[in-house]
């Protein structure tokens, strides 16, 4: 069995024991509408796009899979409220009235919130305080482009179990930083997927798999609110120039 070089941080594994995709069934960049493309650099090149908050608990509810957090502010877009929107309300039930963290992508154009309020939205992102440890957790990623290794770099968290979309959004902004994976004319990775491996979790993201041109739609997907254990965590990049 073939064994992927690695880096001193990284654990030894065996590609063959995971599921993947096919790179014929990978989504093309060269499909996505020229706007989505600006739209999806926009939130993955830019830090100040991310949401980092510690200890809330939700004020309110709109709707049953959603949380509002009114003690809150984003002065550059004169916000003072963030509604948590999730896939289904079993999801919102693990959070209603408890002490959360928040990390995750957040937009305003066409975030419904309460009446009288600047609302931003989120979809997902949200772990439990009580479970934050307060200590970092190093998680190396394995970068390979056509197959061939390439220098890795370090992730962490201070979450035994953070979302799936934390790591996802760290991990992008570096991977956009380094190969320009949203640029419309720079750039030439065409193809790509990111797979999060641990002892409990075997997940990928397709990493041009995106539905509509704004974010209140192509962010859609971290409703999911998935959760990854980083015990024996590490995550692997696999990019692609045609």
């Not at 060269?30 to 004020?59: E, G």
């Not at 979450?159 to 949203?182: C, F, G, V």
């Not at 419309?184 to 997927?193: F, K, N």
């Not at 641990?198 to 995106?210: E, G, I, M, P």
């Amino acid at each position: 069995m073939y064994i992927l070089p690695v880096f001193n941080f990284f654990y030894t594994f065996a590609v063959e024991t995971y599921d993947s995709p096919k790179i014929e069934h990978l989504k093309s960049k060269s499909l996505l509408d020229t706007t989505a493309l600006y739209n999806i650099k926009s939130v993955y090149s830019n830090k100040s796009s991310f949401l980092d908050i510690k200890n809330r608990t939700n004020s309110t509810q709109l709707l049953s899979n959603d949380l509002i957090f009114n003690d809150f502010k984003i002065e550059e877009w004169n916000k003072n409220s963030l509604k948590a929107e999730f896939n289904s309300s079993d999801v919102t039930k693990n959070f209603k009235s408890k002490n959360v963290d928040i990390f995750g992508a957040y937009y305003g154009a066409n975030c419904v919130g309460e009446v009288g309020k600047n609302t931003a939205c989120i979809y997902g992102g949200i772990t439990l305080h009580e479970k934050s440890e307060g200590q970092k957790h190093n998680i190396g990623v394995n970068v390979l482009k056509n197959n061939i290794q390439q220098k890795g770099f370090v992730i962490s968290t201070s979450k035994k179990e953070p979302t799936a979309q934390e790591l996802d959004l760290k991990t992008r902004n570096i991977l956009q930083d380094q190969y320009k994976l949203y640029n419309s004319e720079t750039g030439d990775i065409q193809r790509g997927y990111i797979q999060f491996h641990s002892d409990t979790s075997n997940v990928y993201y397709d990493l041009f798999d995106f539905n509509g041109k704004y974010s209140s739609d192509f962010l859609k997907f971290y409703g999911d609110n998935k959760l990854i254990n980083t015990k024996n965590l590490h995550i692997d990049v696999y990019l692609f120039s045609a």
